[in-house]
């Protein structure tokens, strides 16, 4: 894992998340264009989303059976495809269908992930999941401020037509540029699908889960909903004005990339409640945006740092104490990503249509206590799954020595 290997995967990853989430900051232009009424637009979000629910479900664990690189490259491909899609849509349902179909294979990213654990030396893995992780952020982000400009200068369907541009390209790098990932004794695919499901039985994987269903939830509830308030009074902020502040966030989710070496040295639990915490109180600074620009910056950077951090320490966990299905693994845990984004962006429009900004701010901070009472309630779990059972043992004797002895 060399320095130009971690750029290819992180621009990989940045890329395709892009695809999902490259329209936030266009909702009402795509909405008033395709005829898609305003308590609806969260669905532009939400559909990619699904997409990318079922594709974690039966593409993802593909990565534990074949080459990864060439299933980074088939999958780049077809983003490329549903984003080409999308940017031609004469109407709503095929600009949908587009949409749908990009966020299925923008699971290239849990593939990537998955690659770049496979691939790590175990002192290492922390950091390169921090550094391939955080082209997600910046793909999320990032994303927002070029569609926004690209929106501004030539409508938004350039910002789709750009992906689709950048999704081909990639394809063709991952295959001349990285090196191949032939599993050497690979099981059978309906034996990976049924141990994606008995994951869910597994006390630490389903509690950092949770975690991540509120986390992303919140963070939907945030970037799918902003851009109304901010078009609309007293602000009235173009297109480009509003995706600039995604450079808020990625400062915020850059800030975090070091978390994964706080995982390497042991203190990933205690990253994830700190951040946990973190989130709950960007809710207030976020929820001042209708009298105050600045505060929703600060919001904005400290709720994007709490993201990044829990997502790196979450995958650091579940790829540490599952070391031989990362693909399945990273596959199964995202799924509780894609549910969580998918709610926040289709609530967040509708309660805004309802409420004006307090209902998306309740909403948004009744979401991140919900992850940090999660984090609270599973903490005796993951100290005893997540330890070495070698080390497990050793505390056991320790304990039964002592107790003993105090007996005495």
Do not use: K
């Not at 690189?69 to 709503?92: E, K, Q």
Request: proline share 4%; charged share 10%.
């Amino acid at each position: 894992m060399n320095g130009r290997t971690r750029l290819l995967l992180a621009v990989v990853c940045g890329v395709a998340v892009a695809s999902v989430y490259a329209g936030q900051p266009v909702l009402g232009p795509m909405g008033h264009d395709l005829g898609v009424p305003a308590d609806s637009l969260g669905w532009f979000v939400a559909t990619g989303q699904l997409g990318y629910l079922a594709g974690l479900v039966l593409l993802v664990p593909l990565g534990d059976l074949l080459d990864r690189r060439r299933l980074i490259a088939a999958h780049l491909a077809l983003v490329a495809a549903g984003t080409a899609i999308t940017a031609a849509a004469p109407v709503a349902w095929a600009a949908f269908s587009g949409l749908a179909a990009a966020g299925v294979f923008a699971v290239v990213v849990q593939t990537t992930v998955a690659y770049t654990a496979s691939i790590s030396p175990p002192a290492e893995r922390g950091r390169n999941l921090g550094i391939v992780t955080s082209g997600v952020v910046i793909g999320i982000l990032g994303a927002r401020v070029i569609a926004g400009v690209l929106a501004d200068l030539w409508g938004w369907r350039s910002v789709y037509l750009a992906l689709a541009l950048l999704a081909a390209v990639l394809a063709l790098l991952t295959l001349t540029l990285l090196p191949a990932d032939v599993r050497p004794d690979p099981a059978r695919y309906g034996q990976v699908l049924r141990s994606f499901g008995g994951l869910f039985a597994q006390p630490v994987f389903l509690g950092r889960g949770l975690i991540a269903f509120f986390l992303f939830a919140s963070f939907g509830t945030l970037w799918s909903g902003m851009a109304l308030p901010l078009a609309g009074a007293p602000w009235h902020l173009s297109e480009a004005q509003i995706g600039l502040f995604g450079v808020a966030g990625l400062a915020g989710a850059l800030g975090a990339a070091r978390s994964g070496r706080w995982g390497d040295a042991g203190h990933a639990r205690l990253v994830t409640g700190l951040a946990l915490a973190l989130l709950l109180a960007s809710w207030l600074a976020v929820g001042q945006l209708s009298w105050s620009l600045p505060l929703l910056v600060l919001g904005v950077i400290l709720l994007d740092f709490a993201v990044q951090a829990v997502h790196v320490s979450n995958q650091h966990t579940l790829t540490a104490a599952i070391p031989d299905r990362t693909s399945t693994t990273i596959g199964a845990y995202m799924v509780f990503y894609s549910l969580g984004s998918a709610l926040g962006a289709a609530a967040t429009t509708a309660l805004f249509d309802a409420a004006g900004w307090i209902g998306p701010t309740v909403l948004g901070a009744t979401l991140a206590l919900c992850a940090l009472a999660t984090w609270a309630f599973s903490a005796e779990v993951e100290r005893n799954r997540c330890q070495p059972p070698a080390g497990r043992r050793v505390r056991g004797r320790l304990a039964a020595r002592f107790g003993s002895s105090h007996s005495t």
